[in-house]
Structures are given as C-alpha cells and as structure tokens.
C-alpha cells in the first residue's frame, strides 16, 4: 500500500525493506466498496462505499499513527450494475464518531506488529484500522522476482504468491501479491448457523463449495535512497455455493480497497495525550458484531409493520405449497426479529398468536433469533401461561442451543429457566 521503503540494488535485481521515516506524514485518499449479492448482471446487490482520508506519521523507530478523517459514506441496495450508491449522513456520522481517535502500531520490514489505542476505541473501530492497515503487509525477498511463503494478515497466515516487476526508465516497481485464503493457518473465522451439521474436510475437497482469494496490486516510485508506494489496488472475493457447485448459483461477496498518495510532508505528528493500550496483533478481532445472515440488505424503516408485512406474505405464499423462495423470505423475517425488540415482539404476539399457523411461524422463528430479548420474551409466555408445555420445551430448548453464552443469555438461562417448572434444565 503506501510506505516507504529503504531500497538496494543486486545486479538487475530490486527489493524493498518498507518503513515509515520519522517525522513525516503520509495522506492518502482511500476507499473500500464490499457488495453482496449474486455474479450475473441485472440481479440486486447490496452494499456500502467508505471514501476517506488517510494519514500515516512515523513517530519513532518502528513506530507509527495512522488517523481517518474526511469520512464519506454511502450505500448500495439496487439491480447491478445500473443502480448507483447513495450517500448516508447516519452511517458517516457512525464512522465519523467511531474513528474519531487516531492508533498507533509498529512498523518494521514490511510487517505489522502490534497495534496500541487508548481503551475508548472499540474494538469495531480497531478492526477497521486492521483493514487499512492489512494493506501495510508485505514481504519483498532480496534478488527474488517471484515466490511464495506464509504471510500473515488480517484473517490468519495464508498461503501467498509474489510477482515483481520494474520498469527501469520510469523508475517504478510494480508488485503483485495473491492470497488463497481457503489455505489458512489459524484462520480467523466464525461459523454460524450450523449447530445441526458435521463439518467434511472431504467433501470440501471435492465440491469447493466455498472458495475465496485477494490480489493486491502495488505501484511502487523509487528514487537513489527511498521508495514510495503511490497506489495500492485490493480485491478480495468470496465465493460461496451450498447446493450448486457444479452448475452454479454462487452467492458472492466482493470487497475492493484503493489506496492512493496524495501528500507527504515533513511534519511531526500530534499525538493525542491518552494512555495508549496494547490492542494485539493485525488479526481481525470478533467484537460486538450484530448476528448476520447470508441475505441481501434491506431498509428497516418500520420494523414492527414490516415484520407484520413479511409473516403475512410467507404465510399466504406457502398455505398449500412451498415456494422457492420460502427460505429467503423466512431469513428476511428472521433478521427483522432481530432488528426489533420486545414491544415489537409483544404487539405482533397479540396480533397473531390466536392464529395456528402465524403463531407456529412466531414460535419457529423467536428461538432462531439467539438473543437474551428472545430468551426473556420465551420466558415471559412461560410465566404467563401463553404458551404450552410443548411449545415451551422446543422453542425454549432451540433458543439456548442457538445463542452465544453472553452475559445477558446465561442470566436469562440460569434465572429465568432454570427454576421454571415446566423445563428442567438445570
């Protein structure tokens, strides 16, 4: 991406040993795209555009800050390629707030080290500064235009393939590096929704059923005593297909990074009089991300009228048979339960619960939410008598199995189940 770099010749051959020089600040402009959706034209995606600027201080030997600001950001929710993204004022001033504060982390021969950040920087914010900064990893060998190696990044120590090239007469380098990232030593990875299935090596050797890759592109401008890299090119795309691997119907994700010199100038950086933590490695860290699905996004604008909309819809369209769609509709639903809360839950309970076949819907969906709200709300039809023993011990037992063992959760678990007397569980 964009460094500096202390630079020898051997014969006809170049390298680079990156570092950021002390007392000089580096800006870039940087933009990130992730869409989600599926390959062919004409079908809908959904997504969102961050532009920013960036800049990087070397503050001290192997020791840099990196801060954002300028922060735009946009969504896209519409037919690709003809839709066009949108700007969205709340999601910038999300990232304007959560960026506010500027880390430091070390820098030495190409490679990230540790990051520090005072303990007001979540560790969602933190994780959007590993992105940035994943960019930083390189591992340039001495007299050597193409290899592989193990490389660390944001998502584990993946295998990795060099290519590099100079053009003498423009005094550039151009280095391209490809990360299979099926190929992982501790990949960081969390698996969801699948309590109910046994993973198969095998098969996933046979069927590939889920693939994913990133190339990275460097511009590299080099002079006598140093280098500079101007542009950074990023994709990475993430291939996944359940039931088709032969005949197709992937689901893909792409995520696309662009980095690109804008300044640099002789300048000690401020840095902010905070107590400055050891925040760990370049590794992505799981925070306080919200339970995510494998559907596209959609707008919530009225979550209670439009989960009342969708139940509605899925139980109309599936009265005498299944249709094609009935699992997207049902995941649509499920993620609207888990946008609302338990007035929503309370006000749409009375409305169908009389209903046989909306209430069987509710009380198949509620469990799959995986929340302490669902859990206390389960727990309330329990102590109310709304519901039946049956009912209680399914939708009771699907709902602890799913959810993450929180704080909140084992508090509904331990108080509110546990000495009921219609589960024993305890």
């Not at 969906?365 to 023993?389: W, Y």
Request: neutral net charge; aromatic residues 8%; hydrophobic residues 35%.
């Amino acid at each position: 991406m964009f460094c500096t770099v202390c630079t020898m010749f051997y014969g006809n051959h170049f390298f680079a040993e990156p570092d950021f020089s002390e007392n000089k600040v580096y800006t870039f402009d940087y933009e990130s795209t992730l869409l989600s959706g599926l390959p062919e034209k004409g079908l809908k995606r959904a997504g969102i555009r961050i532009k920013s600027k960036v800049e990087i201080s070397g503050i001290g030997p192997k020791l840099c800050l990196i801060r954002i600001h300028s922060i735009e950001a946009a969504e896209y929710n519409g037919v690709w390629p003809t839709s066009s993204f949108s700007r969205s004022l709340k999601l910038t001033q999300v990232l304007t707030g959560q960026l506010s504060n500027p880390i430091k982390f070390e820098y030495s021969n190409g490679h990230v080290g540790n990051l520090m950040a005072p303990d007001s920087v979540s560790d969602d914010s933190l994780n959007i500064y590993r992105g940035i900064l994943n960019v930083l990893e390189l591992s340039i060998k001495k007299m050597q235009h193409s290899y592989s190696l193990q490389e660390a990044g944001i998502g584990g120590i993946c295998n990795t393939t060099y290519a590099i090239q100079e053009n003498r007469r423009a005094n550039l380098v151009y280095v391209t590096k490809s990360k299979d990232l099926n190929s992982c030593e501790e990949k960081v990875q969390m698996v969801t929704g699948s309590a109910y299935t046994q993973p198969c090596q095998i098969c996933q050797q046979r069927n590939k059923n889920a693939q994913a890759t990133a190339t990275y592109n460097y511009k590299i401008k080099y002079a006598r005593d140093e280098a500079v890299i101007t542009q950074a090119h990023v994709e990475e795309i993430h291939q996944f297909a359940p039931f088709h691997e032969i005949t197709g119907g992937n689901a893909i994700v792409e995520a696309r990074q662009k980095l690109a010199l804008t300044d640099v100038q002789k300048d000690m950086a401020e840095v902010p009089p905070k107590e400055f933590q050891n925040r760990g490695s370049l590794q992505y860290q799981f925070g306080s991300e919200l339970l995510q699905l494998p559907v596209h996004l959609f707008r919530i604008k009225n979550v209670e009228s439009q989960i009342e909309e969708s139940l509605q819809d899925l139980v109309e369209t599936s009265t005498e048979q299944l249709p094609s769609d009935a699992p997207a509709k049902v995941l649509k639903l499920l993620h609207l339960f888990r946008a609302a809360n338990e007035e929503n839950y309370e006000s749409v309970w009375k409305q169908f619960s009389s209903r046989p076949v909306y209430r069987r819907y509710i009380l198949d969906i509620i469990p799959a939410v995986a929340s302490h709200r669902a859990l206390r709300f389960l727990r309330h039809k329990m102590e109310r008598q709304e519901i039946t023993n049956w009912e209680a011990a399914q939708t009771v037992l699907v709902a602890l199995h799913s959810s993450t063992p929180t704080r909140d959760v084992m508090e509904q678990a331990t108080v509110g189940f546990c000495k009921h007397s219609k589960i024993a569980l305890c």
